[in-house]
C-alpha cells in the first residue's frame, strides 16, 4: 500500500454511534479521530437533543472540519459520526455523511460503510416516481427507501433493509435512538461497546471503542439491528444471516492494527501472513525492510519467519500533506519522492527483501523502487502479503477498474519486470486464508479469485418488482 497518503486505492468508511451521555459528540470526534485511516475524504457528526437533530460535516480530515467552536454547539445525549472515502459518489461536500434529512416521519441522519450493488437502480426507480436526490452517493438511497415504508404499519426499517443488496454497515440517528445496522453477509465489521456509565456505542472498529474507553462487548451480527436509545440496548432481525462473507482487505490492509476485526487481532494476522509468505516465497538477503507504513506487521512477520534482520530503510515523511490527491501521474510521482525518505546506509550494497501489503496500479510501486536502487540497493526482492489483484471490488474498495489493475492479463514475472525489481512473490490465496480463524469459505477474495458472493451483473432490485410501495418523497 502507498505510504501516508499517497494511495493507489482508497479505502472505505468508517462510522461511529453513542447513546446516553452529554457528551456524545466529543465522544464521537475521539472515536472518529481513532478510525481516520478508513477515510480522509470528509468527516462529519451529527446529534440529537431529544428534540431535534443537527449536523456538522465537510471536506477534510476530523481534525480539519471540527473545532472546538463547532463541537460545543452540537449538544445532545446522542451522536453518530462518519469518516469517508468515496466508493460511491464523487469527493464531493454534498456526498460528506452523516446525511441529514426531514421527510414525513421527521428527521433521520445516516452513516454508511460498504457499498450497493444495486443502488442505480432503486434510484432510477426512485427518480421515475418524481423522487429528489440531493446527493451522488447510495447512502442517500437508503432514506428515500425508509421514508417510503414510514407510513406502513409493520417495521419501517426492516422494510427498507430488505430492500438493499451489497455491503453496508449502517448508523441511524433518530430523535430517541440509534438504529445501527449490519448486512445478512457481514461483508463490513462492526461492534458494540459499552462505557462505565452505562452508555453503548457501535463502531467499525474496536480501535474507536478504545479510543473512548469503551469495552467491547461483541460484533453486531449479520442481519440484526441493534438500536442504542434511554432503555440500554436491543436487538431485532432484518434478515437471516447469510453464509459468512468478511472482506479480507480489512485484515491485509484497512484496519487498524490495534483492532479485532472478524474476532482476530489484525496486528496478529498481519504478522502471520508475513511468516507464511517467507515459508511460500524465500529468498536470500541482509535485511528484510517494509514499505511503511502498512507493510511493517508482514514485514516483522518475514523477519521472524526467515530468520533475516528487520531493518526500517524506508522513512515516511509526515509533513507533506495529502499529495494523493494530486490530479497527474508526474505529481503523484513527485509525491512519492517527497513521502518515503530512503536511509542510503542502510539499504547502500545490500540484498533487501521489501515487504509490502498490495500492488494495485503499480505505477507508484514502481517510483518506490527506483528510489531504493538510486540509494545503492544491491539487489531489491519485493514480497508482497497478499495475492495478485485481478478484479474489481464492488462491495466498499475503491479498486480501479480492472483494466487499471496491473494484475489483469500479466503475469508476475511481466509485472516484475514492469517493477524493475530482481524477484517478485505474492502470498497465495491458500495461504493469506490459513492466517485467519475462520474457514476460507466466510471471506470474501473476489479481488483475487473473481469470485463473488452476489451476481454484481445482475443485481435485484426487489423495489422495481413492487411499485405500488414507492411513495412520493422528496428529501428537503
Known sequence: MDVAGVQEK???????????????????????YAQQHRGQESAGISVSDGEQLHAHAGMGLVSEVFSSRVLEGLRGRGAIGHVRYSTTGSSQSSN???????FCGGQVAVGHNGNLINAALLRHAYEDQGHIFQSTTDTEVIIHLLAAHF???SDPLVECLQHLQGAYSLVFLFRDRIEAVRDPWGWRPLVIGRLSDGSYCVASESVALDSIGATLIREVEPGEIVTLSDSGLASR??????QPTHCIFEH???ANPSSVVFGDNVQLVREQLGR??????????DFVVPMPDSGRSAALGYSQGSGIPYRE??????YVGRTFIQPTQGQRDAAVQLKLNVIGDIVRDRRLVVVDDSIVRGTTTRGKMNQLRRAGALEIHLRISCPPIRHPCFFGIDFPDREKLIAHRRSVEEIREFLGVDSLAYLSLE?????????????????FSGKYRLDVDRPVNKLSLEPHQLRMFSAT
Open 10 to 32: 482508497k479505502d472505505k468508511c468508517g462510522v461511529f454511534g453513542i447513546w446516553g451521555t452529554p457528551d456524545s459528540a466529543h465522544l464521537t470526534y475521539n472515536a472518529l
Open 276 to 285: 507464511k509468505l517467507a515459508e511460500e516465497s524465500p529468498v536470500d538477503a
Open 252 to 254: 491485509i490492509y484497512f
Open 151 to 153: 407510513t406502513r404499519k
Open 313 to 318: 530503510g524506508i522513512v515516511p515523511n509526515r
Open 96 to 102: 460528506a455523511q452523516p446525511l441529514l434529512r426531514t
Open 237 to 242: 432481525r432484518f434478515a437471516t444471516a447469510e
Open 431 to 447: 495461504g493469506l486464508l490459513s492466517c485467519v480463524s475462520h474457514p476460507p469459505e466466510h471471506y470474501c477474495h473476489a479481488c
